[in-house]
């Protein structure tokens, strides 16, 4: 009988039994750690339950708080930042009791947070700053939610919708929405178009210096007088404002309730623009004249 050898039959037979050998190494590892494996899943599904119930309970909290701002009518400001305020220290305060519940060490966790809270201080000093900035607006009370305001800085304006924690929201006419920090509202000026309950309308028109001024005036007066939503027992005023270059500009004062100020203006310019063309007076253009001899 004759044998045959073939080349590397051994190194292959070496390396099945390695193979075998590391997959019982592996089976007696994960034999050895199925009960810690097993502990840690159920505490990992705990913990989420745990979080899941912990959510349920603070959307009740906070509806609670914001019922009762509702009943004691407080300001819509003060209840966003509330409301902003609370989610946020009640999803940590969560999160840091679960962590206590399953085996992690709240020492080392509160000087984790201590020393953490030092650098974060130094990182997010303009985070910091629009959370004073959002605590004096509900203060000091320069705006309110509904309130239409004009920012100077970057001349941002628009209807205030809701003061968060870092940071307020407008509305704009045009149903945008623009994101401000609290620390610029609070360290820069702005304009309250909505503090006052009325607001002046300031009308600029220019007509030709050929066209007769008394006539205009008069056409201005009545229309200011015959508009409804112009208030009749403050003053009503039509003025020459400015002897320009190229036409005299006639100034038209008159009092509108807030929310009635835009419409207002809009339609006095229009029909001021109609009735001008029917008397035949010339609203005045940039033009140049040119005199020959």
């Keep these: 009988m004759v044998l045959l050898t073939v080349p590397g039959a051994e190194e292959v037979v070496e390396a099945a039994g390695e193979a075998a050998e590391s997959v019982n190494e592996f089976s007696a590892y994960i034999k050895e750690h199925i009960p810690v494996m097993i502990s840690f899943g159920v505490r990992v599904i705990l913990?989420?339950?745990f979080f899941c119930a912990g959510r349920i309970v603070i959307k009740w909290l906070r509806?609670?708080?914001?019922?009762?701002?509702?009943?004691?009518?407080?300001d819509k400001g003060v209840e966003q930042f509330v409301d902003s305020l609370l989610k946020f220290v009640l999803y940590f305060?969560?999160?840091?009791?679960?962590?206590a519940k399953f085996g992690v060490d709240t020492t080392s966790v509160a000087a984790l947070i201590a020393s953490g809270g030092v650098a974060a201080g130094l990182a997010l000093q303009g985070s910091l700053s629009n959370f004073a900035g959002g605590v004096l607006i509900?203060?000091?009370?320069?705006?309110?939610?509904?309130d239409y305001i004009v920012e100077d800085t970057n001349h941002n304006e628009g209807t205030v919708k809701e003061i968060q924690i870092f940071y307020t929201k407008l509305s704009t006419i045009d149903n945008k929405t623009i994101v401000i920090p609290n620390g610029i509202l609070t360290n820069n000026s702005l304009t309250n178009m909505s503090s006052q309950p009325e607001r002046r309308l300031n009308l600029r028109v220019g007509i030709t210096y050929e066209s007769d001024l008394k006539k205009a005036k008069d056409v201005i007066e009545k229309l200011l007088l015959e508009d409804e939503c112009v208030i009749k027992d403050k003053e009503i005023?039509?003025?020459v404002s400015e002897l320009a270059e190229d036409s005299v500009v006639i100034g038209a004062r008159g009092w509108v309730k807030n929310e009635e100020f835009w419409p207002t203006q809009w339609r006095l310019l229009e029909e001021i623009k109609l009735n001008l063309d029917k008397n035949q007076i010339e609203i005045a253009?940039?033009?140049?004249?040119?005199?020959m001899s």
């Excluded at 509806?63 to 407080?74: M, T």
């Design 47 to 49: 913990a989420l339950l």
């Design 63 to 74: 509806k609670l708080v914001k019922r009762s701002f509702e009943r004691s009518h407080a």
């Design 93 to 99: 305060l969560l999160i840091f009791t679960i962590a």
């Design 138 to 146: 509900l203060l000091l009370k320069p705006f309110e939610v509904g």
């Design 237 to 239: 005023v039509v003025f």
């Design 285 to 291: 253009y940039p033009q140049v004249k040119v005199h």
